[in-house]
């Protein structure tokens, strides 16, 4: 099982980045993928969640308006769409990969615990 975060780097504030996240060794249009960041010294914190499908999204309230989830299944890759990027989204952009039968609802999502996989993460530097 494989989770190859890319697409990050150094941006200035307003400006944009788009991240992707190729899966492999397991079927990835069966489970619910999710991004996550971390910065130095905090938590691991929610971002994003894609259903299975692609039809269910749901956000971080830091992030409504500004970034955008989605996935090809063809491709086994979902991605990350940051627009109007802030200092504050420094951090490590973690993607992972949740096993269920059904769509869990953004709650139970928004908890590490619950993901089978995750990728090595993708460094995102916001400069003011």
């Known amino acids: 099982v494989q989770l190859q975060a890319s697409g990050g780097g150094l941006v200035q504030a307003g400006g944009s980045l788009r991240l992707s996240c190729a899966a492999s060794?397991?079927?990835?249009?069966?489970?619910?993928m999710s991004w996550f960041r971390q910065a130095p010294g905090k938590e691991r914190d929610f971002v994003a969640t894609?259903?299975?499908?692609?039809?269910?999204?749901s956000w971080a309230e830091s992030v409504e308006g500004r970034f955008t989830i989605s996935r090809d299944n063809t491709k086994n890759t979902v991605y990350l769409q940051m627009n109007s990027l802030k200092p504050e989204d420094t951090a490590v952009y973690l993607c992972?990969?949740?096993?269920?039968?059904?769509?869990?609802?953004?709650?139970?999502?928004?908890?590490?615990?619950?993901?089978?996989?995750w990728g090595q993460g993708t460094q995102v530097t916001v400069s003011s």
């Open positions: 992972a990969a949740e096993r269920s039968s059904y769509y869990r609802g953004s709650d139970y999502l928004r908890k590490p615990t619950v993901y089978s996989y």
């Open positions: 060794g397991f079927t990835f249009s069966s489970y619910t």
């Open positions: 894609i259903s299975s499908s692609g039809v269910i999204t």
